[in-house]
């Protein structure tokens, strides 16, 4: 069984920087294609960045490239999200998961395992 916890969440004021940290434990973390995902309130669930198994090719959505850098440390088994110049649609609780099957994925559906969620909430 894999289980990922996310960290460093927060409230920030608009333009401000959070980190995200998805720490992954139970089976060997290179396996995985990471990615992180995004619920707003009475929203879907939508992606946010993937990064692939052992290139490290990253993803990101339109609304987040250029601000949001994802990055893994494979010998630390975690997953981050540095988050610069944020904006208050970027509130939302946030998302690690970790996929077997394929090498980076965009879709939710690919996606095995999940973590709990961490709060980011940016203030106007």
């Known amino acids: 069984q894999v289980h990922l916890v996310e960290s460093g969440g927060g409230l920030v004021q608009a333009g401000g920087s959070l980190r995200l940290s998805c720490a992954v434990s139970?089976?060997?973390?290179?396996?995985?294609?990471m990615g992180w995902f995004r619920q707003a309130p009475g929203k879907e669930r939508e992606f946010v960045a993937a990064?692939?198994?052992?290139?490290?090719?990253?993803y990101y959505a339109d609304s987040v490239k250029g601000r949001f850098t994802i990055s893994r440390e494979n010998a630390r088994n975690t997953l981050y999200l540095q988050m610069n110049s944020l904006k208050p649609e970027d509130t939302a609780v946030y998302y690690c998961?970790?996929?077997?099957?394929?090498?980076?994925?965009?879709?939710?559906?690919?996606?095995?395992?999940w973590g709990q969620g961490t709060q980011v909430t940016v203030s106007s």
């Open positions: 990064i692939s198994k052992f290139t490290s090719t990253t």
């Open positions: 139970g089976r060997t973390f290179s396996n995985y294609a």
């Open positions: 998961a970790a996929e077997t099957l394929k090498s980076i994925s965009t879709s939710e559906y690919d996606y095995d395992y």
